[in-house]
């Protein structure tokens, strides 16, 4: 089967690190890559209705939701914005619980089996700063079902820095299966 692997990209720096870490890493996949900037898309606000049931999602989370669909791997391109995922990745995921509720949608079993991988940047030199935004996510591919590939971790501040981190040389190899 070929591999599609879309990426979620959230950054409020257009062009930066982490997307540009995103893209060295998918130099070296086969198959479709396909991409998506969250900070570019225009996410409705979350809102959990239960006890009511959960409308089906529209308009751009529709369009998103599509693509997940498609997807053999997913991967969270995003820096570390206070030891967290930035807004619009977190946004994403909240509405993955409404989507977990949506009658007829069995997101879960939609996902289950997916490869879930996380690429993101950080300008603080302590190595643990990202880590709890990787157990989030590799906790995410757990409940889901997924298969979590792992996290690539970059080092940058300015643009183009991450170019000069290790993590630039270990990028077209961190995707491959």
């Given at each position: 089967?070929?591999?599609?692997?879309l990426?979620?990209?959230s950054?409020?720096?257009?062009?930066g690190?982490?997307?540009?870490l995103a893209?060295?890493?998918?130099?070296?996949?086969?198959g479709?890559?396909?991409?998506?900037?969250?900070?570019?898309?225009a996410?409705?606000?979350?809102?959990?209705?239960?006890?009511?049931?959960?409308?089906?999602?529209?308009?751009?989370?529709a369009?998103?939701?599509g693509?997940?669909?498609?997807?053999?791997?997913?991967v969270?391109?995003?820096?570390?914005?206070?030891?967290?995922?930035?807004?619009?990745?977190?946004l994403?995921?909240?509405?993955w619980?409404?989507?977990?509720?949506?009658p007829?949608?069995?997101f879960?079993?939609?996902m289950?089996?997916?490869r879930?991988?996380?690429?993101?940047?950080?300008?603080?030199?302590d190595?643990?700063?990202?880590?709890?935004?990787?157990?989030?996510?590799?906790?995410?591919?757990?409940?889901?079902?997924?298969?979590?590939?792992g996290?690539?971790?970059?080092?940058?501040?300015?643009?183009?820095?991450v170019?000069?981190?290790?993590?630039?040389?270990?990028a077209?190899?961190?995707?491959?299966?």
């Amino acid at each position: 089967m070929e591999r599609h692997v879309l990426f979620l990209l959230s950054s409020a720096r257009p062009a930066g690190n982490t997307q540009a870490l995103a893209r060295q890493a998918a130099s070296g996949l086969r198959g479709t890559c396909d991409w998506v900037d969250l900070a570019q898309v225009a996410l409705p606000g979350f809102a959990d209705p239960r006890p009511a049931p959960m409308p089906p999602p529209e308009g751009a989370l529709a369009d998103i939701l599509g693509r997940m669909t498609l997807a053999s791997d997913i991967v969270f391109a995003a820096p570390v914005y206070w030891y967290a995922l930035p807004a619009p990745a977190k946004l994403l995921l909240d509405h993955w619980s409404g989507f977990l509720d949506a009658p007829g949608l069995n997101f879960a079993a939609m996902m289950r089996g997916k490869r879930l991988w996380l690429i993101t940047v950080r300008a603080d030199p302590d190595p643990a700063v990202p880590v709890a935004m990787e157990q989030a996510m590799e906790r995410t591919a757990a409940w889901l079902g997924m298969v979590w590939g792992g996290a690539l971790h970059g080092l940058g501040d300015a643009p183009g820095d991450v170019c000069a981190d290790a993590s630039w040389h270990r990028a077209p190899d961190f995707l491959t299966l």
